[in-house]
């Protein structure tokens, strides 16, 4: 006697890469239209993951502003009564103004960046819903 039994396998398309779509078109699991579906999804993927790294990015940079805007104080503290003060604390003041600027604008670009990235996410996540699957393997 011969046993037969239906296998189901069931992925998250938010999960799926260019090559198991690759091999499902191989195997005839999916249509090519299907395939072409799944790879505009994994390319909009790719668009959000891309703004989030600008945006941690961006965030290194204001990490490192921040930590360098405290050596300042400190050298700043440190001068108070020496020969060089004046000088150098016009220096420092520049330099802590003009990071204020970079803060600014760093910030400012986080903040773009991540109405973009709910923009890409939003329509990443629209195209998911539209895109039904059923295939049996």
Do not use: C, H
Request: hydrophobic share 30%.
């Amino acid at each position: 006697m011969e046993e037969e039994r239906t296998l189901n396998t069931t992925y998250e398309i938010s999960n799926l890469e260019g090559d198991q779509i690759a091999i499902f078109v191989k195997q005839g699991t999916i249509t090519p239209e299907m395939a072409e579906a799944l790879r505009r999804i994994t390319s909009q993927k790719a668009v959000v993951a891309k703004l989030e790294e600008e945006m941690e990015n961006r965030q290194k940079d204001i990490d490192r502003i921040v930590e360098d805007q405290g050596r300042l104080r400190e050298n700043m503290k440190a001068l108070r009564g020496s020969a060089e003060e004046k000088a150098l604390l016009q220096r420092y003041t520049k330099q802590l103004d003009d990071q204020e600027t970079q803060l600014e604008t760093l910030r400012k670009k986080i903040r773009e960046t991540e109405d973009q990235r709910d923009k890409a996410n939003e329509q990443l996540e629209k195209m998911i819903d539209e895109l039904q699957i059923e295939a049996t393997l």
